[in-house]
T-cell receptor, first 114, second 112 residues
Framework: KAGVTQTPRYLIKTRGQQVTLSCSPI?????VSWYQQTPGQGLQFLFE???????NKGNFPGRFSGRQFSNSRSEMNVSTLELGDSALYLC?????????????FGPGTRLTVL | DQQVKQNSPSLSVQEGRISILNCDYT??????FLWYKKYPAEGPTFLIS?????DKNEDGRFTVFLNKSAKHLSLHIVPSQPGDSAVYFC???????????FGIGTKLQVIP
């Protein structure tokens, strides 16, 4: 089975711009979660989608949004970028996302905001 | 509010010795705990997990211990190998469809 893929791998944007990141989960996985990783904060949960519905949301401002398509592929969007949004954005897929269901992570998208 | 705490940002261990990575949590609703390993330029990969109904789970060189009364878990790696050098994340979930909460990670270096 192919793993989780994320595109693009690297992005450089300037403050005020918006960005869209893409994630393709493992075939058959219906849950996709997004995380932000920064050096001092570890992995911070952004949101989780299951069958095109957002089921969980972390404590991020409304500038961060996402969606999931019928084929389970997911996108996240960040509008009005700030310097503090520079981070590694990780996508993870799982079959159900119940309890300790193992999540499979993609390699991440490294976003740099100048 | 860090509900999952990994207080040691880094750890160095000699090859062949035991590595012990610690994790504390504050949310008593957590009932499932996981460890992930992350190499540079890669996403985290699942290592081992434990349910709150157990106090120990083993998988080869990796053992996770859970002390519910102390709200503490630890990951033991025996024997440690240079390929184990990575960042280790502790994670916890309250079950159902609740989100998974990660710690900030501990960077393990195994010295040959």
């Amino acid at each position: 089975k192919a793993g989780v893929t994320q595109t693009p791998r690297y992005l450089i944007k300037t403050r005020g711009q918006q960005v869209t990141l893409s994630c393709s989960p493992i075939s058959g996985h219906r849950s996709v979660s997004w995380y932000q990783q920064t050096p001092g904060q570890g992995l911070q949960f952004l949101f989780e989608y299951f069958s095109e519905t957002q089921r969980n949301k972390g404590n991020f401002p409304g500038r961060f949004s996402g969606r999931q398509f019928s084929n389970s592929r997911s996108e996240m969007n960040v509008s009005t970028l700030e310097l503090g949004d520079s981070a590694l954005y990780l996508c993870a897929s799982s079959s159900t996302f119940t309890g300790g269901d193992t999540q499979y992570f993609g390699p991440g998208t490294r976003l740099t905001v100048l | 509010d860090q509900q999952v705490k990994q207080n040691s940002p880094s750890l160095s261990v000699q090859e062949g010795r035991i590595s012990i990575l610690n994790c504390d949590y504050t949310n008593s609703m957590f009932d499932y705990f996981l460890w992930y390993k992350k190499y540079p330029a890669e996403g985290p990969t699942f290592l081992i997990s434990i349910s709150s109904i157990k106090d120990k789970n083993e998988d080869g060189r990796f053992t996770v211990f859970l002390n519910k009364s102390a709200k503490h878990l630890s990951l033991h790696i025996v024997p440690s190998q240079p390929g184990d050098s990575a960042v280790y994340f502790c994670a916890a979930s309250a079950g159902g469809y609740q989100k998974v909460t990660f710690g900030i990670g501990t960077k393990l270096q195994v010295i040959p």
